[in-house]
């Protein structure tokens, strides 16, 4: 049994390179919009029931899902500063950990050019309703640059943060940290980075890449 966790910048093509990958192996696809935009035509995000039920129901899925001994992709967007990030995902992973299945993270990078390109593509509008502002949505796709979301440890100016969401939230609408907030270190200190350490990890430029050329590459090295 295998768990991926595929995680990096909006629009990089998590969900769309995760989808690729599920069609060609007998993993099944969680994206991380599977559960927030359901959750948006009842709660305003960020609030207190969207994030309990949010949380709840991520693990809920990954529960039932190790149980059953699926394999499983899951896409995240998430803070390598934060250690509540580090904390929610670790709980989300550990019924496959506990399982001693093969747990993997699979990072996607791209500039932030090329993620705005990517920001408007049908399929994505498609799949995320929230979305669809597009003046709203690429300027979330600028104000997440404050959040460190990939291991080169590069941020854009200003505060950091996690997410697929609002401006300094996290996933589940908790406020994000700021760079101010957070103390010298190296990448190496970071509270994600060194989760990723004690799993298998592979890390992918995609601004090069058809969302097919990407999802033959990490199932290539999945395989190794």
């Known amino acids: 049994m295998q768990l991926?966790?595929?995680?990096?910048?909006?629009?990089?093509?998590?969900?769309?390179?995760?989808?690729?990958?599920?069609?060609?192996?007998?993993?099944?696809?969680?994206?991380?919009?599977?559960?927030?935009e359901p959750l948006l035509e009842v709660f305003d995000y960020g609030t207190a029931p969207f994030r309990h039920l949010l949380r709840s129901l991520r693990q809920q899925v990954g529960a039932e899902a190790a149980a059953s001994g699926t394999d499983l992709i899951l896409t995240y967007v998430w803070g390598l500063e934060s250690q509540d990030d580090v904390e929610e995902i670790a709980e989300q992973i550990a019924p496959?950990?506990?399982?001693?299945?093969?747990?993997?993270?699979?990072?996607?990078a791209a500039g932030l050019d090329t993620r705005?390109?990517?920001?408007?593509?049908?399929?994505r509008l498609a799949e995320k309703r929230s979305k669809r502002d597009l003046d709203w949505s690429d300027a979330n796709v600028r104000e997440m640059e404050r959040f460190v979301m990939n291991t080169d440890g590069e941020r854009g100016p200003g505060p950091t943060a996690t997410g697929d969401g609002l401006p300094g939230a996290a996933p589940d609408g908790r406020p994000g940290a700021t760079a101010d907030d957070l103390p010298d270190a190296t990448a190496d200190d970071l509270p994600g980075v060194q989760l990723l350490s004690q799993h298998r990890h592979f890390r992918l430029d995609t601004s090069e890449l058809?969302?097919?050329?990407?999802?033959?590459?990490?199932?290539?090295?999945?395989?190794?």
């Open 116 to 123: 705005l390109e990517r920001n408007r593509t049908e399929h």
């Open 96 to 108: 496959y950990v506990d399982r001693e299945a093969v747990v993997s993270f699979v990072e996607l």
């Open 4 to 36: 991926v966790v595929i995680f990096g910048p909006p629009a990089v093509g998590k969900m769309t390179i995760g989808r690729m990958i599920a069609e060609r192996s007998e993993f099944r696809l969680f994206h991380n919009h599977a559960m927030i």
């Open 210 to 224: 058809t969302p097919e050329q990407s999802a033959e590459r990490i199932l290539e090295w999945l395989r190794t």
